[in-house]
């Protein structure tokens, strides 16, 4: 069975960091186009950041120069470092599987982790 | 960036009624090499992650009731719920990944009349 199960949420202050998991079963993670969306409280999905089987990388501007993606394909797992966070990166993280070897739609979704900031 | 919108915020159906969603992108997600529309329509209840429905635009994924149809081509999308049941209650989002940054609608939230 396909699935991915996120770690690493938690109430975070402004300003400071933390890395979001996303173990992955019954696929390869490497061979697949992988991707963060949040959800803040109330509010609608927003991409935040893709990386392809290739290793290329893409983040949307509110996270640009903050938020690293990454695998481990040892662990078969999926990251997001998260540093200089605010008030406004507040929401629940899912990761989710894209496609193999070029963009397209997400399935399946884990089932995401919630990530608080605030002081 | 290509800004996807949907409409209406909110709709309220009888059961058994028709229910339909539209979604419009800010700029063509239609490539025109292999004549597919690059958008996917996702559903999301309380608490749960969203669920897939829809891929290029008017493919069902597997195992989702064919009450649920996409149409639509270019820049302008539906999503139709042709005989709403109970358990259909839930937000639905389109989303494009013709490029990145891969946007989604602003969600549509489908209630009983």
């Known amino acids: 069975e396909v699935q991915l199960v996120e770690s690493g949420g938690g109430l975070v202050q402004p300003g400071g960091s933390l890395r979001l998991s996303c173990a992955a079963s019954?696929?390869?993670?490497?061979?697949?186009?992988m991707s963060w969306v949040r959800q803040a409280p109330g509010k609608g999905l927003e991409w935040v950041s893709i990386?392809?089987?290739?290793?290329?990388?893409y983040y949307a501007d509110s996270v640009k120069g903050r938020f690293t993606i990454s695998r481990d394909n040892s662990k078969n797992t999926l990251y997001l470092q998260m540093n200089s966070l605010r008030a406004e990166d507040t929401a629940v993280y899912y990761c989710a599987r894209g496609r193999q070897q070029q963009l397209g739609w997400f399935d399946p979704w884990g089932q995401g982790t919630l990530v608080t900031v605030s002081s | 960036d290509i800004v996807m919108t949907q409409s209406p915020d909110s709709l309220a159906v009888s059961l058994g009624e028709r229910a339909t969603i539209n979604c419009k992108s800010s700029?063509?997600?239609?490539?025109?090499?292999?004549?597919?529309?690059?958008l996917a329509w996702y559903q999301q209840k309380p608490g749960q992650p969203p669920k897939l429905l829809i891929y290029w635009a008017s493919t069902r994924e597997s195992g989702v009731p064919d009450r649920f149809s996409g149409s639509g081509s270019g820049t302008d999308f539906s999503l139709t719920i042709s005989s709403l049941q109970a358990e259909d209650v839930a937000v639905y989002s389109c989303q494009q990944y013709y490029t990145p940054p891969l946007t989604f609608g602003g969600g549509t939230t489908v209630e009983i009349k």
């Open positions: 019954g696929f390869t993670v490497s061979n697949y186009y």
């Open positions: 700029q063509s997600v239609l490539y025109s090499s292999n004549n597919k529309n690059y």
């Open positions: 990386l392809y089987s290739s290793g290329t990388t």
